[in-house]
Each structure stands twice: as C-alpha cells, then as structure tokens.
C-alpha cells in the first residue's frame, strides 16, 4: 500500500513535472520580442557658399581685374535657409555655412546694382558676384552722339569721385566711367563714348565680345570700321612691339591732328569726340581731312 501510494505520487510528480516543463518551454516560445526601434532620418546634407563680392570694374579697362567690395550684404532669398545673411569683409569675401538644396542668394550695397544668383548646392561650392554701380544720369553734351551712333545694349554712365581712377570705357561693364573733374566741356565723356561705339561695331560684325584692350584693339581694327580708318590714316602694325602697351600700333599723323595717340581705338575716338563737339565740319575737315573722310563714311551726324 505504502509501495503503490507512493508509485502515484511518484507519477504525479512526473506529470507535474512534465507539464511545468511544457509550460515553460511554451511560454519562452510565445514571448513577443522586442521591436526594433525604427531607423532615425537622414540628416540633409549641408554644405558651404563663400566667394567674392567684386565691382566691375574698379581700374582701367586693361588691368581688367575687379577687386572685393566690402560691406556687401549676401543673403539666403528662398529655400530651407531663407533669411541666412552675412556681410563682405574688407576684401569682398563672403561664406555662408550649413546650406542645404537650391537656393537663390542676393548682394546688395547702396550705390550699387543689386545682384541675384540662383544655384543649386551638391557640394561646397565658391560663387564670385559681380556688381555694377547705380547708373548716373547722361550729362547734356552726350544726348547728340548717343542719338545719332549705335551702343552696346544697356550702356551705363558712372562719375567717379576717386581721384586715382582715370576717365575710361569698360567692355566688361558697358560703363562709360567718369571723373567729376573731367566732365566739363563734355569731350571726354564723348571720347568713352567713342569707344562704346567701337565695342558696339564689333559685336555688329560677329566677333567675340572683347574683354580688355589685348583684345579690344585687334578686333575693332578688324572691323570695316575700324579697317577704314587704318587704310585711311596710315596707322601700322609693327609685329615685334605687339605686346607693348600699343599692342604694337604705330601712328602716321596728319598736319593739323595732334600726334601721341598710343594706338589706333584712341586716335578714333577722340576724332568721334570732336566730331560731335563743338567744332565746325569744315574746322574738322581743315585740320584732319583723312580723318574726317573716315567720320563722314561711319559717323552719322
């Protein structure tokens, strides 16, 4: 008796085991696992736009390098970064940090053309801007050669108060620079334009747009015009001096034309300027007939 009860704890014992064993093994089976957290977004990439802020141009048209100009504002227009801002150091240099997709950034400065560039950033990437001075108003004494000869498209007219500066026409620009002093009387403002009819010539005749004098001197002579008034006035290449500041250009001077000229775009347009001013045709043609031969031909007054 004692034998078999024991026997039956024995088995209950078994069975309890065994389903404790079952239930177990169950449960370590059915135990949700933990979920794994869900992947974090990307971070946008970003990147970095510096550059300069130059004038075009701050110096003759044939150093030709525009130089920084400081106190420029840059600012971020539109996209993720619109109202990002910075301004120009003393050299023009701007950067603006953390910029992401495309964006359209503007350069303002009082007294001068406000610039807008739109880019699209894939990388760090260095942008220059150039900007043009506000245009002043023509003076009087230009009104009659800007109505009767062609000009580039968008002809500028800036006086300048840096006494360094000289009086010049720059292609790059198409500004006709003046010096405040030099303004009375209106000859030399007629003289630069004399030379944005030359750079208009040029363009007329499907050459490439010249850049500074290295260039500007060879295509007009390349020109009818300009070709004309070499056969006519009997300037002449002298192949050896080309990379002198006349670009190797010597003058034959007429009797009653001043000499000195360093190549043939100034000797014409300082004709076109008299030309137009206040002289007499037939003072003109009295004092320089070559010359005024050729002005007659290409010069409409």
């Known amino acids: 008796m004692l034998v078999r009860r024991s026997l039956v704890v024995l088995s209950i014992i ?28 990307p971070t946008p990439a970003t990147y970095t736009l510096r550059g300069t802020v130059r004038a075009v141009p701050t110096a003759n048209a044939s150093s030709g390098a525009p130089v920084g100009v400081p106190d420029v504002h840059v600012q971020v227009l539109d ?10 150091g003393s050299d023009g240099a701007y950067q603006l940090s953390l910029l992401a997709g495309g964006l359209t950034v503007s350069a303002t400065k009082n007294g001068y053309q406000r610039k807008d560039i739109s ?9 220059d801007i150039d900007i043009k001075q506000v ?7 230009a009104s009659e050669i800007l109505a009767k000869l062609t000009m580039p498209n968008h002809l500028c007219f800036v006086q300048v108060s840096t006494p360094a500066v000289t009086s010049f026409y720059s292609a790059v620009a198409r500004t006709v620079f003046v010096r405040v002093q030099d ?15 030359q750079h208009r010539v040029i363009l007329e005749a499907g050459l490439p747009d010249p850049r500074f004098d290295d260039t500007f001197v060879p295509r007009w002579v390349m020109t009818p015009e300009g070709d004309d008034f070499i056969r006519l006035t009997g ?21 009653g034309w001043s000499c000195g000229y360093p190549n043939p775009i100034e000797d014409s347009a300082q004709f ?16 320089a007939p070559l010359r005024f031969q050729w002005a007659s031909r290409w010069l409409k007054r």
Request: with cysteine.
């Open 79 to 88: 996209g993720p970064n619109a109202g990002k801002s910075t301004d120009t």
């Open 119 to 127: 880019l699209t950033l894939s990388a760090s990437t260095t942008q």
């Open 14 to 41: 078994a069975v309890a085991w065994s389903l404790a064993s079952i239930a177990c093994s169950s449960g370590t089976a059915a135990a949700p696992t933990t979920p794994s957290q869900a992947a974090a977004s």
């Open 272 to 287: 076109t300027a008299d030309y137009f001013g206040p002289a007499s045709p037939s003072q003109l043609q009295v004092r």
């Open 235 to 255: 300037w002449r290449l002298d192949a050896p001096s080309q990379n002198a500041p006349s670009f190797g250009w010597i003058e034959k001077c007429e009797s």
């Open 135 to 141: 245009c002043d108003p023509w003076p009087s004494e």
């Open 183 to 197: 303004l009375a009387g209106g000859n030399v403002v007629r003289h630069e334009l004399g030379h944005a009819h």
